[in-house]
């Protein structure tokens, strides 16, 4: 094991700090956390630096009992009053799954087998090598770790992209202005997105200019538009989770708390696609309004 950043002046986000602290008590390795933190974004130099800074000074948190009955009878009391679903403007959608931090919440019946089937057709011919953000300077680049093709829709382009952005209002509260173009993304055998988060963590440098059309990315929507044979699942490391894709589910996930402070454990990928391929749409939501630029990711 060799750290050799020892910096007592590196940033330190909160969230950052409680993600590292609760990862480091469930056993994960320095080097592991590093690993991750590199695979999300962040430079070998800036992971080692954080995860170093962890190490020296994150104190293990326990629950007491009396704390996890009350918590116990809190959910209870929430969930005898909480709906199974949620209708709007004609729409109904199950919710199957919810967790409250970070907020997890698995929609079915959120699109329609027609609608599924009518955004691959329209995307097929259309779609592009995948990129992400260069941590350094901001370009869109080709990443090993994104395997996947993609291209994108204009806000309103069709009547049933229309359809979809006011389901998005409608159903998750977020009006059309602060919703970043929907993206189509197709995965072949073999094809992941390694664990990464979806918000812009502002010590990283590339960052600046995402944040700058719109702030934040304060939550993600990803809609499964078919079922897949084997793998192409979603999965979220450090909570644990797998979501198998299903056409018409869309599982939805808030990148930050209510402060607005983003949340580690929101790490998340899609795992190979083992047989069959797999088809999703994304909905990206901002802070503020959304300002397209010239050029944007696939
Ligand atoms: O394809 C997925 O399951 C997946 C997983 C993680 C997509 C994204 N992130 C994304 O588009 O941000
Ligand atoms: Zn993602």
Not at 100 to 120: K, N, S
Not at 213 to 227: E, S, V
Not at 266 to 284: D, N, Q, S, Y
Request: net charge negative; aromatic share 8%.
């Amino acid at each position: 094991m060799i750290i050799t950043a020892m910096n007592s002046n590196v940033h330190m986000d909160p969230a950052l700090t409680e993600w590292l602290t609760n990862e480091k008590n469930k056993g994960f390795g320095a080097r592991q956390l590093i690993e991750s933190m590199v695979k999300a974004g962040y430079t070998q130099h800036h992971a080692e630096a954080l995860v170093t800074q962890a190490y020296s000074t994150a104190e293990p948190q326990t629950a007491s009992a009396p704390v996890a009955a009350q918590a116990t009878d809190k959910v209870k009391q929430d969930q005898a009053a909480a709906p199974n679903a949620i209708d709007r403007n004609g729409h109904t959608a199950k919710l199957l799954f919810s967790m409250a931090q970070p907020r997890v919440t698995l929609l079915g019946d959120f699109l329609g087998i027609d609608e599924c089937e009518t955004l691959i057709t329209h995307s097929r011919s259309k779609i592009i090598q995948s990129t992400v953000v260069d941590p350094e300077t901001g370009n869109f680049v080709p990443d090993g770790r994104r395997t996947s093709q993609g291209t994108f829709f204009n806000i309103g382009e069709t009547p049933l992209i229309q359809a979809i952005e006011s389901r998005v209002e409608a159903l998750l509260g977020f009006s059309v202005a602060h919703q970043e173009p929907l993206q189509i993304l197709h995965y072949d055998i073999g094809g992941e997105y390694e664990p990464h988060f979806d918000f812009f963590d502002p010590a990283v440098p590339g960052n600046a200019m995402q944040l700058s059309r719109g702030g934040q990315r304060i939550a993600t929507l990803i809609m499964y538009l078919n079922d897949v044979t084997s793998g192409g699942a979603t999965i979220f490391p450090s909570l644990g989770l797998v979501v198998n894709p299903q056409r018409g589910n869309a599982i939805y996930f808030e990148n930050t708390d209510e402060a607005g402070k983003i949340l580690a454990s929101t790490l998340h990928g899609g795992t190979p696609v083992g047989a069959g391929e797999k088809w999703i749409a994304t909905k990206w939501i901002r802070e503020g309004a959304y300002v397209l630029g010239q050029l944007h990711e696939n």
